[in-house]
């Protein structure tokens, strides 16, 4: 499977697993749900700063959403964030918030393995 093809099927897989439509997701990215709705069905080619805030909002790391074995997918997922009582603006807040806590974690790793 292409990799493309990989990532909308993973999208749309965690976005059923915690619940969330299309257009929640839509708002939380600052996007359309038809474009949402186009990524899952691997008719648009999903922007890299989109995979960014796709991974962060489901607290997976990037590359997760690539994965092609289900069984890897299925352990990923199990690790998954989900917030119930948060607003869009909140879970932004959040996820801007973990953005900077990775940068930090993987420069602190390079400067020691530097």
Known sequence: MENKSIISKNIRDLRLKFGYTQAFIAEILNI????????????????????????LLFNVDEYDLYE?????QSVMTSFAFRADEMTPGDLQQINRFKKIISNYLNMSEALQNG
């Open 32 to 55: 359309t749900p038809a474009a949402v709705n186009q990524y899952e069905k691997d008719a648009r080619t999903i922007p890299v700063t989109v995979v960014e805030k796709l991974a």
């Open 68 to 72: 092609e074995n289900p069984q890897k």
